[in-house]
């Protein structure tokens, strides 16, 4: 129980009677005692106080205040608001003898003469007044906490990496038929789950003033055809067996199209959905997929392109005809004789008078990791055991950034500008158009013949530009990163091949084994793996 103080009023005059603290409670300060008797318009000493405050023992003491008499003191209420106004406690003071108590009405009052009037909680009310404890701060109103809230999420129930490499097993080589790039998934399977947002919690203080929670972001899933949403809104299913991926933030399932050999028998494929051939794609034939190739045999001389990833588990003989392109990767067993683009990365054991471009990174290392002749470019890394040969195959390899990707990039700005600009101006007449048109004005078939062709023009120029901008972002993001390129070499660089990191170039005129080349400076340089 805190210490308390009372005043005294008597024959000899006013008196301040100080009762000590029981049980570790604390007693008012001298400043309290102070406002308090300023409160009540009573003089006194303030020394003297604080001199009978500091020599308080286990004893009441009586302080003289002055001789003066006055009428009894009511007891007394005091609002107290935290710093933060999140609390509001109320503080009694006794009454002298004579002195009036004071009830709930009053307290009430007072609360709401300090503009006190959220989270009162009457019942600490009551309980104070049924048992009085003077001097003490009894919290009496309570404001909200603010909550943050949380936004919902989305989880996924497969893998949605789409960078899978092939195993290497021990003796160096690739296990290709354990590649493990297609996502098998099973109608009625559940591929991806919302977590729910949770709302957050207003702040609200004492005085009623409100603080608004973080508004939460909700999730929605993306996806494409083959797959619907729970009555709920909270699961996605897959509709058919197939295959799944994640890309830029959509869900895709494919049914997968299978062959023995693309051949005479099947003719060229295109198909929307992964494609899997169980022999060879033979010479001169195309498949042509929005998803994934797998090919278990060989490719000779034929074309590929697939808007995911190319797998040939035996290689390609490409007899300077074939060609793969690949919006996602390209692993082969072999690649001789062709021309390979892959915005990701591209992976094989041998790469023989071939020009491949990826986007990311070439990686022969497993079984002869041999790149010899022809032209190897990637935007991050070439990593190769063997480069050339001992007869000094003309051989290219590049990192870093490519200076036709640049120019064409620069073309690509301009001509978004020029477009945008003659956009603008077509869109200006054609709203002018329908201006006069809704006004009621007669137009000459002439001028809407015009408009009309104005109108097509325009939305076919709107259309080539999305499509500029979009190939401005993949540019974009291919030339980035270039700082880190560089060419790993784990086996032996031979004599005649010609290195180029960053628009530096370097032609080996001795070998080089077991080293990184980077660029420092504007020269190509060696350094230790």
Do not use: W
Not at 241 to 268: C, M, P, Q, R, W
Request: hydrophobic fraction near 40%; aromatic fraction near 4%.
């Amino acid at each position: 129980m805190n210490g308390c103080f009372q005043i005294q009023i008597n024959e000899q005059g006013v008196s301040l009677l100080l009762s000590p603290p029981i049980g570790g409670g604390v007693m008012p300060s001298v400043a309290e005692i102070r406002e308090y008797l300023n409160t009540i318009g009573v003089p006194y000493d303030a020394l003297a106080i604080n001199s009978a405050l500091n020599a308080l023992g286990e004893d009441e003491v009586a302080v003289f205040l002055t001789p003066g008499k006055i009428e009894p003191v009511d007891e007394k209420c005091v609002v107290r608001v935290a710093l933060d106004k999140m609390t509001a406690a109320v503080c009694l003071y006794p009454p002298s003898a004579g002195g009036h108590s004071i009830g709930k009405p009053q307290i009430m009052d007072q609360l709401g003469i300090q503009g006190i009037r959220y989270g009162i909680d009457e019942t600490a009310i009551d309980a104070l007044l049924e048992d009085r404890q003077y001097c003490t701060d009894v919290i009496v109103a309570r404001g909200q906490i603010q909550t943050a809230g949380k936004d919902a999420s989305i989880r996924y129930f497969f893998d949605t990496n789409n960078d899978s490499r092939p195993e290497l097993k021990e003796d160096g080589s690739v296990d290709f038929f354990k590649l493990n790039t297609l996502h098998h998934c099973t109608q009625g399977q559940v591929l991806a789950e919302i977590t729910p947002e949770v709302k957050g919690q207003d702040g609200i203080d004492v005085f009623g003033a409100v603080s608004p929670a973080r508004e939460v972001h909700k999730a929605v899933f993306s996806y494409g055809k083959n797959l619907e949403v729970s009555p709920d809104g909270l699961q996605l299913l897959s509709m058919v067996d197939g295959h799944t991926k994640l890309i830029d933030g959509t869900v895709f399932v494919s049914d997968v199209y299978t062959v023995e050999d693309v051949s005479t028998a099947t003719g060229n494929i295109e198909y929307h959905g992964n494609v899997e051939v169980r022999g060879n794609v033979c010479e001169n034939f195309s498949i042509r997929t929005d998803g994934d190739v797998f090919v278990k045999g060989v490719v000779e001389g034929a074309v590929i392109e697939a808007g995911g990833d190319i797998v040939i588990a035996r290689g390609m003989h490409g007899q300077n005809k074939g060609n793969l392109k690949a919006g996602g990767n390209v692993i082969a067993k072999f690649i001789s004789a062709a021309v390979v683009e892959a915005d990701g990365f591209v992976e094989a054991e041998q790469i023989v008078n071939a020009r491949v471009v990826a986007g990311s990174s070439v990686n022969v290392e497993a079984g002869k990791g041999l790149i010899t002749g022809g032209k190897v470019v990637a935007k991050c890394a070439i990593n190769v055991k063997n480069a050339g040969s001992p007869m000094g195959a003309a051989t290219i390899l590049e990192v870093g950034g490519d200076p036709e990707m640049k120019q064409r990039l620069m073309e690509l700005q301009k001509s978004v500008g020029e477009k945008s600009k003659s956009a603008a101006q077509m869109k200006k007449v054609v709203e002018d158009t329908a201006r006069k048109i809704k006004s009621g004005m007669k137009l000459l078939p002439e001028q809407l013949k015009h408009a009309r062709t104005l109108q097509t023009t325009l939305e076919s120029l709107q259309a080539q530009v999305q499509q500029e901008l979009k190939e401005i972002e993949k540019l974009d993001r291919l030339l980035k990163g270039n700082d880190n390129a560089h060419i790993d070499v784990r086996g032996t660089m031979y004599q005649g091949v010609s290195v180029a990191i960053s628009g530096s170039v370097m032609n080996i005129k001795n070998e080089y084994t077991f080293c990184r080349l980077i660029k420092k400076g504007a020269d190509v340089v060696s350094t230790n793996l």
